[in-house]
């Protein structure tokens, strides 16, 4: 139940996040697989009109890709937004995208490594490795991310809940499930046999107890 005056449609703003364009030459062993839009939205949404974690909020975007949920915070009011990411391509992509939504004032990109990333986010978007290529890559995503944010909102694969409640559990965070669903990967690698196919994801919202 949204908390605060809705200013953009859920359906509206995946609209306007389906016109970021998908990364062109993505890497298999950064797992660069662009978030759908609706999904995005659907994330974006709760965050800002449920738990009020958007508008007028610090907002980091880490491995942010082609930066399609940093530039829906912007959309939806967030006070200042950065999308990081270790591929320059990305952000090459993302620099682009913001142009396109009419968002470049609004977010700044920054080519680096997560483990480096120092201060304070009062919120952390992201889509980060399922860890299939890079063993746990996943886990050093969400610890990152809970280094320096206040909340944290994060895709995982749905096979990896009962592991992911235990080790936030033990780490002392508060981990409420946004939302169970099937995202969407399109081919874009030459192992990929089928134009598309979907893969059963949880979308956490953590934050320490």
């Known amino acids: 139940m949204p908390t605060r005056p ?9 609209l306007k996040l ?15 697989y662009t ?8 994330i974006l949404f709760t965050a800002c009109y ?25 959309v939806l009011g967030a006070g200042y937004v ?10 090459s992509a993302a620099s ?10 609004d977010v700044d990109w920054v080519l680096g490594n ?10 952390v978007l992201m889509n980060p490795p399922f860890g299939t290529k890079q063993p746990h890559a996943d886990i050093q995503f969400l610890q990152c991310a809970l280094n320096v944010g ?18 936030l559990q033990n780490k002392g965070f508060q981990c409420e499930q946004i939302t169970s669903t099937r995202m969407e990967i399109r081919h874009q690698f030459p192992f990929h046999r089928k134009p598309r196919r979907f893969v059963e994801v949880d979308v956490l919202r953590v934050k320490a107890s």
Do not use: C, M
């Not at 809705?6 to 995946?14: F, G, N």
């Not at 449920?50 to 915070?73: N, Y």
């Not at 950065?82 to 952000?91: A, E, H, K, W």
């Open 6 to 14: 809705i200013q953009i449609r859920k359906h509206d703003l995946a």
């Open 18 to 32: 389906q016109q970021v364009n998908p990364h062109p030459r993505p890497k298999v062993a950064l797992e660069q």
């Open 35 to 42: 978030i759908p839009a609706d999904l995005a939205a659907e």
């Open 50 to 74: 449920v738990h009020d974690d958007i508008e007028g909020k610090f907002i980091l975007d880490l491995g942010t890709g082609t930066g399609r949920l940093a530039l829906g915070a912007a």
């Open 82 to 91: 950065v999308g990081i990411d270790i591929d320059p391509l990305s952000l």
């Open 96 to 105: 682009k995208n913001s142009e396109i939504l009419g968002a470049s004032a």
């Open 114 to 123: 997560i483990e480096t990333i120092r201060g304070h986010a009062q919120t």
């Open 150 to 167: 206040d909340v944290v909102y994060s895709i995982h694969k749905s096979s990896t809940r009962e592991f992911l409640n235990g080790w």
